[in-house]
């Protein structure tokens, strides 16, 4: 199983980005699909996952902000990240759980967001 994430880049604070995760599996029927972040000298954390719950969950630090979506045609997950903050500064993974115990993460995509 292959994950491409792309997206990352330099933004000023107050722009946006959108990232993308391509699988190479399908998403039909797979547990859940989730972004993760780590920042220089931090622990990674999740940042925004979409499961069978009713409701995607996102952190605290990125509600209002940040959207996660999507598109099981295409096998891709998305995150869209509005208001960036340079505390949003981090490597951002992806990680598809396709059961709760079988996971596959993508090789992170850099976003820095800095004037």
């Known amino acids: 199983v292959q994950l491409q994430a792309s997206g990352g880049g330099l933004v000023q604070p107050g722009g946006s980005l959108r990232l993308s995760c391509a699988a190479s599996?399908?998403?039909?029927?797979?547990?859940?699909t989730d972004w993760y972040r780590q920042a220089p000298g931090k622990q990674r954390e999740l940042v925004a996952s979409?499961?069978?719950?009713?409701?995607?969950y996102y952190d605290d630090s990125v509600k209002g902000r940040f959207t996660i979506s999507r598109d099981n045609a295409k096998n891709t997950v998305y995150l869209q990240m509005n208001s960036l903050k340079p505390e949003d500064t981090a490597v951002y993974f992806c990680?598809?759980?396709?059961?709760?115990?079988?996971?596959?993460w993508g090789q992170g995509t850099l976003v820095t967001v800095s004037s």
């Open positions: 599996i399908s998403f039909s029927g797979i547990y859940a």
């Open positions: 979409i499961s069978s719950g009713p409701k995607p």
């Open positions: 990680k598809i759980s396709v059961t709760i115990l079988r996971n596959y």
